[in-house]
């Protein structure tokens, strides 16, 4: 089994939809988890970190679910400009206590059509 | 402007060559990382570095080397032991490797054997 693993997509959504990912981890150890943007031959970009309480951010959302162990991200009214690669990132400890080291999904891809 | 450099965009390998990626970051991070990317695949870490110095194996270094001279810079060697270079190289820094240390990479190096 992975240690992250994402459905590889293509999902093609019109303009204005909602759309989510899910995303589930294998490590119950690992203790923080982001999502990040990547476009076309580029490098991946923040999107935003993911609290256990949930967290928004303008037409984003992320939410965690640790008994279940994955995280997803919630796209409202969806943009052209929303269309990219979305990464699963977890942070998990290593043998050196104290540092950690981001495990990444292959990606899901998002196309926005108008 | 503060962020991550990395030269050159497009880098071309002879048979049997060594080749040297650059990574300068001018965040004052502590920590470094190199990552490659190939289609399909989650980024994978090659090697990373917490302080100047020193630096660990990630989980695919074989065929591969770096130095830590300088907190700035962090220097990937693909040697000719590396079978399979073809691939997106990226550079990441952060201040340290801690849960919730966010990384920042820079635009990438694209590797083509010829």
């Known amino acids: 089994r992975k240690e992250v693993e994402q459905d590889p997509g293509p999902f093609n959504v019109p303009e204005g939809a909602t759309v989510a990912f899910n995303c589930t981890y294998s490590?119950?150890?690992?203790?923080?988890f982001f999502w990040y943007r990547q476009d076309c031959r580029k490098e991946p970009k923040l999107l935003m970190s993911?609290?256990?309480s949930g967290n928004e951010d303008g037409r984003f959302t992320a939410q965690l679910n640790r008994a279940s162990q994955y995280i997803s991200l919630l796209i409202r009214d969806s943009k052209l400009s929303d269309s990219a690669t979305y990464l699963c990132v977890v942070n998990n400890p290593t043998q050196v206590s104290g540092t950690y080291k981001y495990i990444f999904g292959t990606g899901t891809r998002l196309k926005v059509l108008a | 402007d503060g962020g991550i450099t990395q030269s050159p965009k497009y880098l071309f390998r002879k048979e049997g060559q060594n080749v040297t990626l650059s990574c300068e970051q001018n965040?004052?991070?502590?920590?470094m990382y190199w990552y490659r990317q190939d289609p399909g695949q989650g980024l994978r870490l090659i090697y990373y570095?917490?302080?100047?110095?020193?630096?660990q194996k990630g989980d695919i270094a074989e065929g591969y080397s770096v130095s830590r001279e300088k907190k700035e810079s962090f220097p990937l060697t693909v040697t000719s032991a590396q079978k399979n270079p073809t691939a997106f190289y990226l550079c990441a820094s952060s201040p340290l490797p801690r849960a919730w240390e966010t990384q920042y990479f820079g635009p990438g190096t694209r590797l083509l054997v010829l």
């Open positions: 993911v609290y256990s």
């Open positions: 570095s917490q302080i100047v110095n020193d630096f």
């Open positions: 490590n119950s150890a690992s203790q923080s």
């Open positions: 965040l004052n991070h502590d920590a």
